[in-house]
């Protein structure tokens, strides 16, 4: 598959990305080549990834926990001790072999180490394929407040090897596909298109949605690496999803969601107020509706949980005129960033997604 060209680096695809991987060690010669890794991509994901690695630099592995709870400073601490230990220097680099959390951390601890190391990403979830690793934003969480310390960096290379999605769990292949049909509603209304018949869809089929995400979502950040315009186009579904992923994770008697089950509710939510806003036709909110339905299980959200979302919502993402913010739909394919919506008309939205 085509290799496709980020803002200074390229992101490469299968075998041909580790035949590129290989010469670009050789021409850099690194005085050592860390590999970071979780406990669940070292287990499933290493063990494909040695054999193909080629260079004749040291190489280091270092493990950490799998999990969200790992991404904060005290593992930063522990990784930047590790490299000083392994006697890391300006001229090392790392590899991230894992999911968002291991891109995000492993970016992060490149980009501060000596003032900033190279790294590479190798993601291994559905998530980090289409969106985590690219972009160039790294970063950890700052106790319950999600990203809020990083740098934005962008790495020497992305190898996407879909192979790897064969031992992810299917509810983490789920929370890639959310970000995927979201590259086709504010994108490519062609792309939105392949997901009506997904079951048909064989792995070959499969790489070349994953190459066309990739596609889409390094076209948007190239445009705006910092997000003063048209990435808040990726925040579609967003605004209401993260206020309903919060909810969720705070109430004991809720289940907690995955990222991706809370965008697909989010962008149905958003969708009906595009609709509402004259942005997208009816016709459209019941396309958008009816296929996330069929990909993605109704969350379990009742009337009583509506208003401590939007509580939620207001508290978080307020402006200055008092108005929530919002990447909404200009018809499918297209975006329409920083429109704003009356408190009633959110509230009306969740409604319809109860009915
Ligand atoms: N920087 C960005 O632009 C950006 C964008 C979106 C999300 N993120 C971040 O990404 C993170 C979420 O990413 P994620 O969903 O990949 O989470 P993750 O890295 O936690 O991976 C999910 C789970 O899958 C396991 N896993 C990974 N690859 C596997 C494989 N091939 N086989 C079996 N198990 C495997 C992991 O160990 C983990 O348990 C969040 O921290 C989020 O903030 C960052
Ligand atoms: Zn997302």
Redesign the pocket.
């Known amino acids: 598959m085509q290799s496709i060209t980020a803002s200074n680096y390229f992101i490469h695809f299968g075998q041909n990305g580790y035949n590129k991987l290989n010469s670009f060690l050789k021409e850099k010669n690194y005085s050592k080549i860390f590999i970071l890794v ?4 070292n287990e ?2 290493l063990s494909s990834f040695l054999p193909v690695l080629e260079t004749e630099n040291p190489v280091e592995i270092i493990e950490i926990e ?3 709870e790992t ?1 904060n400073i005290d593992t930063c601490v522990e990784l930047w001790n590790i490299l000083i230990e392994l006697e890391g220097d300006r001229k090392s680099l790392i590899i991230n072999i ?7 951390i492993g970016g992060f601890v490149a980009s501060t180490f000596k003032r900033g190391i190279d790294f590479i990403n190798i993601p ?2 559905l ?2 394929m289409v ?2 690793s690219i ?1 160039g ?3 950890i969480d700052l106790g319950n407040l ?2 809020q310390i990083g740098t934005i960096t962008n790495p020497q290379m992305i190898v996407v090897d879909s192979n ?2 064969s ?3 299917k509810n ?1 292949m789920r ?1 890639g596909l959310a970000e995927m049909l979201k590259h086709g509603l504010i994108f490519d209304y062609q792309y939105w298109n392949e997901f009506k018949n997904l079951e048909q869809k064989n792995f070959q089929d499969f790489d070349q949605l994953i190459h066309r995400s990739v596609e889409i979502k390094n076209e948007i950040v190239s445009q705006d690496l910092t997000e003063n315009g048209i990435r808040k186009a990726l925040n579609f579904g967003h605004t209401i999803g993260h206020a309903i992923e919060s909810y969720f994770l705070v109430n004991e008697n809720k289940k907690t969601l995955l ?1 991706g089950e809370a965008i697909a509710a989010g962008m149905i939510i958003e969708a009906f107020i595009s609709n509402k806003l004259n942005l997208i036709s009816s016709e459209e909110l019941a396309e958008i509706h009816y296929i996330i339905s069929d990909l993605f299980e109704k969350i379990n959200i009742n009337v009583e949980d509506i208003k401590p979302i939007m509580d939620l919502l207001i508290h978080d993402k307020k402006n200055e005129y008092g108005k929530v913010q919002f990447a909404l739909l200009k018809n499918i394919g297209h975006f329409a960033i920083n429109q704003s919506a009356e408190n009633s008309l959110i509230e009306e939205a969740f409604h319809y997604y109860l009915l």
């Open positions: 979780d406990s669940n991509t499933f994901c799998a999990g969200e991404k894992g999911g968002g959390v291991i891109s995000d291994t979830t998530l980090a969106d985590a972009g934003k790294n970063g999600k990203n790897y999605l031992t992810l769990p983490e929370s990222h």
